[in-house]
């Protein structure tokens, strides 16, 4: 056996030191290496360099596990987004039409709504004109096959019926029905073809000089639609109007600038926008004006948003007509939107509105959190504003007059000329457990399903409404039925409840078989803020005739 020299151990410290520094050096060297193999060599604000493509492309190529790099160039877009303002988004490939339809005014499928009903795909209504109604598929149907791929009892989501029966139009697509009364399925194939979607709930005479048009969104076809309604309401005496723009959430700046010029005179500043990097531009109201002589009451609330405050706005500002309601959502962000070439698309804001006066009605909100912008909505709950009008306030910094010496505020949403707080009914309280938890509407959409035969003889709104009414027999099934599902109330608070609730379950039948022109007029008997917009405005049309 060899024996190691006795003077080794003196060397010992300065081996394991070289040894160490060797280390150092090669990590050192080796770490350079990698850097310089992974990102270019230029400098950070050199021509070509790109932070964070270099960065993914790192993670792609030496992260520990495997990685998807659309999922890390999503969530770095969302990331930078999220740093800006709460209205710039990010919309990925797969969800831009999704997205975007509503307010094309259109889209392309088999033209059917639809729920999902106990695991069952139920056609709410085929769409006049459709393919499906073409085809003959009717309101009630159940689509239990499409493709010959079952659907029914599956778990299906409404966001997975959507990607089955969209698709271009001219494709096409098998559904197997089941309709009541019919022993086997019943085959249909569709082609699809371009479906209009609606931005004009209703448009209908209140009473002999005052008319009512609900708008759902601005989009596309909004003012075509607006101005074929106003047409139809003038031609049955309308000399007055209710435009509702509750829960409105707006939509195009154009179309709301097209909705506003009717009721304008030429010259009328209807809105202005401005931004870092985009020019101040200007619309002002032509000479076309067909509702320039006609009182109009707006009805608003806080989720009246975007360009339905846009022309909430112009109206106010310009002293037209009569602001009803509660104070709007706040949205004065202008957003322009740019599709990538992957499908996607990215909506910025690139400027800001102001009505006018000169006010932007931009609500606040803090870069890092956006759910509290989202949630000021519930706080508007909570700190009673809501119920009266005293509890808002608003910064003297922002306040602005009207031509006529009405004084209005800016920096968050719109504050109605005439306040109207949310009815709070202590008298109602089993209508109102009801209707909240949405038992009278699911009670008259069975009730629709399992009578659609004998609901069919009503072909328009007049017919149904004079002939159809809950029976005292039904009311107390309904009664049953929510006992069933644990509300529980005494006979008294229950005969209370009983009108209210039979005029809610008349509408929502009203609207399964008629849609919204089936529901509003009906809906209005017992809607709080459209009954005191009516007396409003019979008040003004009174004392206009006197003059």
């Given at each position: 056996?060899?024996?190691?020299?006795?003077?080794?151990?003196?060397?010992?410290?300065?081996?394991?030191?070289?040894?160490l520094?060797?280390?150092?050096?090669?990590?050192?060297?080796?770490?350079?290496?990698?850097?310089?193999?992974?990102?270019?060599?230029?400098?950070?604000?050199?021509?070509?360099?790109?932070k964070?493509?270099?960065?993914?492309?790192?993670i792609?190529?030496n992260?520990?596990d495997?990685?998807?790099n659309?999922?890390?160039?999503?969530?770095?877009?969302k990331?930078m987004?999220?740093?800006?303002?709460?209205?710039?988004?990010?919309?990925?490939?797969?969800?831009?039409?999704?997205?975007?339809?509503?307010?094309?005014?259109?889209?392309?499928?088999?033209?059917?709504?639809?729920?999902?009903e106990?695991?069952?795909?139920?056609?709410v209504?085929?769409?006049?004109?459709?393919?499906?109604?073409?085809?003959?598929?009717?309101?009630g149907?159940?689509?239990?096959?499409?493709?010959?791929?079952?659907?029914?009892?599956?778990?299906?989501?409404?966001?997975?019926?959507?990607?089955?029966?969209?698709?271009?139009?001219?494709?096409?697509v098998?559904?197997?029905i089941?309709?009541?009364?019919?022993?086997?399925l019943?085959?249909?194939?569709?082609?699809?073809?371009?479906?209009?979607?609606?931005s004009?709930?209703?448009?209908y005479?209140?009473?002999?000089?005052?008319?009512?048009?609900?708008?759902?969104?601005?989009?596309?076809?909004?003012?075509?639609?607006?101005?074929?309604?106003?047409?139809?309401?003038?031609?049955?005496?309308?000399?007055?109007?209710?435009?509702?723009?509750?829960?409105?959430?707006?939509?195009?700046?154009?179309?709301?600038?097209?909705?506003?010029?009717?009721?304008?005179?030429?010259?009328?500043?209807?809105?202005?926008?401005?931004?870092?990097?985009?020019?101040?531009?200007?619309?002002?109201?032509?000479s076309?004006?067909?509702?320039?002589?006609?009182?109009?009451?707006?009805?608003?609330?806080?989720?009246?948003?975007?360009a339905?405050?846009?022309?909430?706005?112009?109206?106010?500002?310009?002293?037209?007509?009569?602001i009803?309601g509660?104070?709007?959502?706040?949205?004065?962000?202008?957003?322009?939107?740019?599709?990538?070439?992957?499908?996607?698309?990215?909506?910025?804001?690139?400027?800001?509105?102001?009505t006018?006066?000169?006010?932007?009605?931009q609500?606040?909100?803090?870069?890092?959190?956006?759910?509290?912008?989202?949630?000021?909505?519930?706080?508007?709950?909570?700190?009673?504003?809501?119920?009266?009008?005293?509890?808002?306030?608003?910064?003297?910094?922002?306040?602005?007059?009207?031509?006529?010496?009405?004084?209005?505020?800016?920096g968050?949403?719109?504050?109605?000329d005439?306040?109207?707080?949310?009815?709070?009914?202590?008298?109602h309280?089993?209508?109102?457990?009801?209707?909240?938890?949405?038992?009278?509407?699911?009670?008259?959409?069975?009730?629709?399903?399992?009578?659609?035969?004998?609901?069919?003889?009503?072909?328009n709104?007049?017919?149904?409404?004079?002939?159809?009414?809950?029976?005292?027999?039904?009311?107390e099934?309904?009664?049953?039925?929510?006992?069933?599902?644990g509300?529980?109330?005494?006979?008294?608070?229950?005969k209370?409840?009983?009108?209210?609730?039979?005029?809610?379950?008349?509408?929502?039948?009203g609207?399964?078989?008629?849609?919204?022109k089936?529901?509003y007029?009906i809906?209005?008997?017992?809607?709080?803020?459209?009954?005191?917009a009516?007396?409003?405005?019979?008040?003004?049309?009174?004392?206009?005739?006197?003059?």
């Amino acid at each position: 056996m060899n024996k190691t020299p006795k003077n080794y151990t003196r060397f010992l410290p300065l081996i394991f030191a070289l040894l160490l520094i060797s280390g150092i050096v090669l990590g050192f060297l080796l770490e350079r290496n990698m850097s310089s193999s992974a990102f270019p060599s230029v400098l950070p604000n050199a021509r070509g360099y790109h932070k964070v493509d270099d960065i993914i492309n790192f993670i792609d190529h030496n992260y520990v596990d495997s990685v998807k790099n659309n999922h890390l160039e999503t969530d770095a877009i969302k990331g930078m987004l999220n740093d800006l303002d709460p209205h710039s988004m990010y919309i990925p490939a797969d969800e831009y039409n999704e997205i975007n339809d509503p307010l094309l005014g259109s889209f392309e499928g088999i033209g059917v709504s639809f729920r999902i009903e106990k695991d069952t795909i139920m056609v709410v209504e085929a769409i006049p004109g459709g393919p499906s109604e073409k085809v003959g598929i009717m309101a009630g149907d159940r689509i239990v096959k499409v493709n010959d791929t079952l659907v029914a009892g599956v778990g299906i989501t409404n966001n997975q019926v959507i990607h089955k029966l969209k698709g271009p139009k001219g494709t096409k697509v098998k559904v197997s029905i089941f309709r009541r009364g019919v022993p086997k399925l019943i085959n249909f194939t569709i082609t699809r073809g371009i479906i209009p979607m609606y931005s004009l709930d209703i448009a209908y005479m209140v009473n002999k000089h005052l008319g009512y048009i609900k708008l759902n969104k601005f989009s596309a076809t909004t003012y075509e639609e607006f101005d074929k309604a106003v047409k139809k309401l003038q031609s049955e005496g309308m000399t007055d109007l209710i435009l509702d723009l509750r829960g409105n959430p707006g939509g195009y700046l154009n179309a709301a600038i097209n909705v506003a010029d009717e009721f304008l005179t030429k010259g009328k500043l209807i809105v202005y926008t401005k931004g870092l990097h985009r020019p101040k531009t200007y619309a002002f109201a032509t000479s076309k004006g067909r509702l320039k002589h006609t009182d109009v009451g707006v009805l608003i609330d806080e989720g009246t948003a975007s360009a339905a405050e846009i022309v909430t706005g112009a109206l106010q500002d310009n002293d037209r007509g009569v602001i009803i309601g509660r104070r709007s959502f706040g949205k004065g962000l202008v957003q322009e939107q740019v599709r990538m070439p992957d499908g996607s698309a990215l909506r910025l804001t690139v400027a800001r509105y102001y009505t006018p006066t000169g006010r932007c009605i931009q609500k606040p909100y803090k870069k890092d959190d956006f759910q509290q912008y989202y949630m000021e909505a519930y706080h508007r709950q909570t700190d009673g504003e809501l119920i009266s009008k005293d509890s808002i306030h608003f910064n003297d910094s922002l306040k602005y007059v009207t031509p006529k010496g009405k004084v209005v505020y800016g920096g968050g949403g719109i504050m109605p000329d005439i306040f109207i707080p949310i009815q709070i009914d202590t008298v109602h309280t089993y209508y109102n457990v009801l209707a909240n938890k949405g038992l009278i509407y699911q009670f008259a959409f069975d009730y629709t399903d399992a009578h659609r035969a004998q609901l069919r003889k009503y072909k328009n709104f007049e017919s149904f409404d004079k002939g159809f009414h809950m029976s005292n027999a039904e009311f107390e099934k309904l009664v049953a039925y929510a006992a069933e599902k644990g509300i529980h109330e005494s006979p008294a608070k229950v005969k209370i409840s009983q009108k209210k609730i039979s005029i809610l379950f008349k509408a929502y039948v009203g609207r399964n078989i008629l849609n919204e022109k089936g529901f509003y007029p009906i809906y209005h008997q017992i809607d709080h803020m459209f009954k005191r917009a009516v007396q409003i405005m019979d008040k003004r049309y009174e004392k206009s005739e006197k003059k």
